[in-house]
T-cell receptor, first 114, second 114 residues
Framework: NAGVTQTPKFRILKIGQSMTLQCAQD?????MYWYRQDPGMGLKLIYY???????DKGEVPNGYNVSRSTTEDFPLRLELAAPSQTSVYFC?????????????FGQGTRLTVV | AQTVTQSQPEMSVQEAETVTLSCTYD???????LFWYKQPPSRQMILVIR??????QNATENRFSVNFQKAAKSFSLKISDSQLGDAAMYFC???????????FGKGMKLTVNP
């Protein structure tokens, strides 16, 4: 049971570099999310998707882009990395059975921008 | 907009004793859900317990139970017979019906002393 898989687990980027955080789920969930967790803070929603081809902004979308070409995959793109994007990034998914159910999280990606 | 507040950044408990973690929330929605998530040092976000706002009965999951006070917008988590493995960060979160997007509190670090 893989659940939600994120890669990489750790990454160091230089200011101005770009990268893509990968996220894949094998539970056939329509809903997928990207959150970031800053030190001493709770998770904040960056982007979310309710199905393939449909994405929308969350609370803190600036500096990020997403795409959802398949049900399984929801990559997060960082363009022109900045120190403010140093954080732990979590991908999550949930089903859409008519009521809010459990969100399943990946193990997170610790990103440092130097 | 939803907000979730966890006012205690840290707590400690002796093994086998009971501890209560507090959480308050604010929402203008009538259809919403409340959650407690656990984050051990591994970073994995694990659902502890879930409460539907329309249910008056407090949710329970083995040693974990909640005290849901709807009028006071309070949602506390009680951990009975605390175990060393309960040591973690605990996050309170809410989501409105049909949204699935979680809003998190800042978290609380629980230490369990042997």
């Amino acid at each position: 049971n893989a659940g939600v898989t994120q890669t990489p687990k750790f990454r160091i980027l230089k200011i101005g570099q770009s990268m893509t955080l990968q996220c894949a789920q094998d539970m056939n969930h329509n809903y997928m999310y990207w959150y970031r967790q800053d030190p001493g803070m709770g998770l904040k929603l960056i982007y979310y998707s309710v199905g393939a081809g449909i994405t929308d902004k969350g609370e803190v979308p600036n500096g990020y882009n997403v795409s959802r070409s398949t049900t399984e995959d929801f990559p997060l793109r960082l363009e022109l990395a900045a120190p403010s994007q140093t954080s732990v990034y979590f991908c999550a998914s949930s089903s859409d059975r008519g009521q809010v159910t459990e969100a399943f999280f990946g193990q997170g990606t610790r990103l440092t921008v130097v | 907009a939803q907000t979730v507040t966890q006012s205690q950044p840290e707590m400690s408990v002796q093994e086998a004793e009971t501890v209560t973690l507090s959480c308050t929330y604010d929402t203008s929605e009538s259809d919403y859900y409340l959650f407690w998530y656990k984050q051990p040092p591994s970073r994995q976000m694990i659902l502890v317990i879930r409460q539907e706002a329309y249910k008056q009965q407090n949710a329970t999951e083995n040693r974990f139970s909640v005290n849901f006070q709807k009028a006071a917008k309070s949602f506390s988590l009680k951990i009975s017979d605390s175990q060393l493995g309960d040591a973690a960060m605990y996050f309170c979160a809410s989501a409105t019906g049909g949204s699935e997007k979680l809003v998190f509190g800042k978290g609380m670090k629980l230490t369990v002393n042997p």
